[in-house]
């Protein structure tokens, strides 16, 4: 398995601020995937962080409201900005490690 | 249109009965991989279970079975002997292609074990 850690674990933040979220791995990994979970729904892919280009976004995600870093293989950051009500989710990044994607701990943000 | 479909918004099974969760999928691409997940209120995926496209045998861990049928497209999960902790939403998920890619997930099933 992969051992993940994410900061924050949750928080609650002012319409109109910026958080911005950490994710650790145990290891290198070339590949590291952001999703986000709306209240009561599945799992959405925000984009894809690959270390030393630009990240991948999915269709309706842009880089001005989720601006991704991954500074070296093991981390990654994704900044939520300019936030409103409508983006209070979990996030959470993943891995793939031999065939399989773990996940993880996620970040529940909470936007007043 | 949807790629994973569980038909399946709420389950309720009594303690100790197996349970099997509903998943059908649509691709056409040849190599693929399914995913099983665990979803407590605490918000965490916990990996279950996968089955790979070219698998010949369905997969199994502990408790967990994948029952796959591929010419339905079909990935259901079935549990075991049910026990209180399993309560929680599963997600059925699919990765087309190789290597490392995103996951696309269906709705999820919220399963509750009475005791």
């Known amino acids: 398995s992969a051992v993940i850690s994410q900061k924050p674990s949750r928080d609650i933040c002012q ?6 979220i950490q994710c650790q791995v145990d290891s290198q990994v070339t590949m590291m995937f952001w999703y986000r979970q709306q209240p009561g729904q599945s799992l959405t ?3 894809t962080a690959n270390q030393g280009s630009e990240a991948t976004y999915e269709s309706g995600f842009v ?3 989720f601006p991704i870093s991954r500074p070296n293989l ?6 939520v900005s300019n936030m409103s009500p409508e983006d209070s989710s979990i996030y959470l990044c993943s891995v793939d490690r031999l065939d399989t994607q773990y996940f993880g ?5 909470t936007v007043l | 249109a949807q790629k994973i479909t569980q038909t399946q918004p709420g389950m309720f099974v009594q303690e100790k009965e197996a349970v099997t ?3 059908t ?5 040849p190599s693929y991989g399914l995913f099983w997940y665990k979803q407590p209120s605490s918000g965490e995926m916990i990996f279950l279970i996968y089955q790979g496209s070219y698998d010949q045998q369905n997969a199994t861990e502990g408790r967990y079975s994948l029952n796959f049928q591929k010419a339905r497209k079909s990935a259901n999960l079935v549990i075991s002997a049910s026990q209180l902790g399993d309560s929680a939403m599963y997600f059925c998920a699919m990765r087309e292609g190789q290597g490392a890619q995103k996951l696309v997930f269906g709705q999820g099933t919220r399963l509750t074990i009475n005791p």
């Open chain 1, 15 to 20: 319409r109109g601020t910026s958080l911005t």
């Open chain 1, 45 to 47: 892919l925000i984009a």
């Open chain 1, 63 to 65: 880089i001005d409201k």
């Open chain 1, 74 to 79: 093991t981390f990654s950051t994704l900044t």
């Open chain 1, 105 to 109: 701990p996620g970040t529940r943000l």
């Open chain 2, 21 to 23: 969760l509903d998943c």
């Open chain 2, 25 to 29: 999928y649509d691709t056409s691409d």
